[in-house]
Nanobody
Framework: QVQFVESGGGLVQPGGSLRLSCAAS????????MGWYRQAPGKQRELVAH???????YYADFVKGRFTISRDNAKNTVDLQMNSLKPEDTANYYC????????????WGQGTQVTVSS
């Protein structure tokens, strides 16, 4: 089993930026496709972006051009740079092994809350 710890969330005004980071209890990021997901109150968890072991990336249409996913194998983290944030980006953000067409593999961590509000 792998435990994830997400960090970097907070309260930001519309148009602002945040950088989220995901750390894992053991080194898996270089071997598997890793995804960032989010869940807003009353909604299902959805995939935001993924990065493969060969650094190919995918972005959901609702974040394309605003968010960037990256991986730092030396630090064993997967990051999500979020720019031009909108109120509809408000959600709890999670990372997991997974991506498009892939079932999230491990148990979910606590996530990190992102609130976009003026």
């Amino acid at each position: 089993q792998v435990q994830f710890v997400e960090s970097g969330g907070g309260l930001v005004q519309p148009g602002g930026s945040l950088r989220l980071s995901c750390a894992a209890s053991r080194s898996i990021f270089s071997s598997y496709t890793m995804g960032w997901y989010r869940q807003a109150p009353g909604k299902q968890r959805e995939l935001v972006a993924h990065i493969t072991s060969s650094d190919s990336t995918y972005y959901a249409d609702f974040v394309k051009g605003r968010f960037t996913i990256s991986r730092d194998n030396a630090k064993n983290t997967v990051d999500l740079q979020m720019n031009s944030l909108k109120p509809e980006d408000t959600a709890n953000y999670y990372c997991n092994r997974g991506g498009v067409g892939l079932v999230p593999w491990y148990a979910w961590g606590q996530g990190t809350q992102v609130t976009v509000s003026s």
